[in-house]
Structures are given as structure tokens and as C-alpha cells.
Nanobody, 121 residues
Framework: QVQLMESGGGLVQPGGSLRLSCEAS????????IGWYRQAPGTRRELVGT???????DVKDSMKDRFTISRDNAKDTAYLQMKSLKPEDTAVYYC???????????????WGQGTQVSVPS
């Protein structure tokens, strides 16, 4: 089991930066891939990117110039660093975990509760 809790969301002006954290508890974090998703109002949840337990990230092409995923296994925490934020980045951001530990075949098994990011237009 992995319990996940996101933090770091908030209101940020266009062009600003935020770093989201995903703190985990449970013994599987260190051997699980972590995925970040986001969901804007009225839309489906979309994948932002994933990172394996070894720290190999895979960010969606449309976001990799502005978003970075990292993790610190010693702290049981994963991060989503976002820069040059735009109003269209407004969404609830979720982290997830997949014990199969693959970027290519990622399927979330556990979810956090989400954290709101708002970028006003």
C-alpha cells in the first residue's frame, strides 16, 4: 500500500513557478513509479508525466519544456516543478503510484487527494 498526499498548490500569476510535492507513506514508495496527472474543470484527467523508482522521468511532450518531475526516495517524496505557468495550467494536480515501476506501462494503482493550482488570465 502507498498513501499519497500532494501539497504546494495555490494561486500563481502567469509566468510564475510552483513546486508541488507528493509525500508518501507505506513501504512501496521506493519501488514504485510515481505519476503526476491534472484535471481541469469539465475535462478528463490527463497525464503530466511519470518517474521510475530509479529516478528516470518521462514528461508529456507538450509539457516537458516547462515541467520537471523528480523524486527523493530518502524523503519518500516526489516533486513536480512547474515554470512559466499559463492560465490553461489551472487544474487539480494529482500524484499517483504504480508498483510495477515502469514509465512505458504506467497504470496508477494509488492516488492522492489532489492540490489545486490556479493561474488567472
Amino acid at each position: 500500500q502507498v498513501q499519497l498526499m500532494e501539497s504546494g498548490g495555490g494561486l500563481v500569476q502567469p509566468g510564475g513557478s510552483l513546486r508541488l510535492s507528493c509525500e508518501a507513506s507505506g513501504r512501496l514508495f521506493g519501488t514504485s513509479a510515481i505519476g503526476w496527472y491534472r484535471q481541469a474543470p469539465g475535462t478528463r484527467r490527463e497525464l503530466v508525466g511519470t518517474i521510475t523508482s530509479a529516478g528516470v522521468p518521462d514528461v508529456k511532450d507538450s509539457m516537458k519544456d516547462r515541467f520537471t518531475i523528480s523524486r527523493d526516495n530518502a524523503k519518500d517524496t516526489a516533486y513536480l516543478q512547474m515554470k512559466s505557468l499559463k492560465p490553461e495550467d489551472t487544474a487539480v494536480y494529482y500524484c499517483s503510484a504504480d508498483p510495477r515501476d515502469s514509465n512505458s506501462y504506467y497504470f496508477p494503482q494509488f492516488w492522492g487527494q489532489g492540490t489545486q493550482v490556479s493561474v488567472p488570465s
